[in-house]
């Protein structure tokens, strides 16, 4: 089953991400989590730095390696 943002319960959006058949809910978590803070550094600085969305998630370095295609589409779609 694909899944798109709408499921992720991240936001009213309905752009496909194209590799959400392989998310588990482990992933969603840490995806919304990230996605958040992806927010918050584009609205203060129009950056983002991945690092420092992975240490405010507290995610490792193998599952944030794991995720970040799914938010560097995210990021792609909140600057267009």
């Not at 991945?50 to 998630?57: G, P, T, V, Y």
Request: charge should be positive.
């Amino acid at each position: 089953m694909n899944r798109n943002i709408i499921s992720l319960g991240i936001y009213g959006e309905s752009t496909f991400l194209p590799y959400a058949n392989k998310i588990n809910k482990v992933q969603e978590f840490r995806i919304r989590c990230c996605c958040l803070m992806i927010d918050k550094m584009l609205e203060e600085k129009g950056i983002v730095y991945f690092s420092k969305a992975r240490e405010a998630c507290a995610t490792e370095s193998k599952n944030f390696k794991e995720i970040r295609p799914y938010l560097t589409d995210y990021i792609i779609q909140k600057t267009e």
